[in-house]
């Protein structure tokens, strides 16, 4: 009779504690991803099209930086001078737009908090950007995009 029980006893802690392991390792991330909040880039009205990045909500999701995520994106073309505005639905608390070189070092760097607008360069050429958003209590995300002065 005990060998019963403690087979049964051992049956019903595997099966919720597995419950358990799925329900908060699946379900929570991806309830967690979809409240990033993804911005909208544009310049005289289009649209340019951002790529997630890395993000940190109830868990870490790491993936390669803004130069690898748009090696493969065509460039929006846009005229020297043209103003970007970044915009988002959930208005995160510290909004940071960097410019990077081809190796992927920061050139410059602008916090859009306030502005959300910027001027893009003067000096025709392709231009990755780096656009890195924190909300309370979301998380954090980088974007990329690309742009192509004429």
């Known amino acids: 009779m005990k060998k019963w029980f403690f087979i049964v006893l051992a049956v019903t802690v595997v099966i919720v504690g597995a419950f358990a ?4 390792g699946g379900e929570d991330r991806i309830t967690a ?3 990033i909040p993804t911005p909208k880039v544009t310049v005289g009205g289009k649209e340019i099209p951002t790529v997630l990045g890395s993000r940190v909500t ?16 065509e460039p929006t073309a846009v005229i020297s001078g043209a103003e970007i505005s970044v915009a ?3 208005v995160p608390g510290t909004l940071v737009l960097q410019r ?10 602008e916090n859009l908090k306030q502005l959300k607008v910027f001027v893009v ?12 958003a924190w909300w309370k209590p979301i998380g954090s995300a980088n974007f990329a995009f690309k742009i192509k002065v004429d």
Do not use: C, W
């Open 121 to 132: 360069p003067s000096e025709k050429g392709v231009y990755v950007y780096n656009l890195n």
């Open 100 to 109: 990077l070189d081809t190796e992927g070092n920061v050139v410059s760097e």
């Open 58 to 73: 109830d868990a870490i999701y790491d993936t390669a930086g803004a130069l690898d995520l748009m090696k493969n994106q």
């Open 21 to 24: 392991f799925f329900k908060n």
């Open 88 to 90: 988002f639905d959930v």
């Open 33 to 35: 991803e979809r409240e």
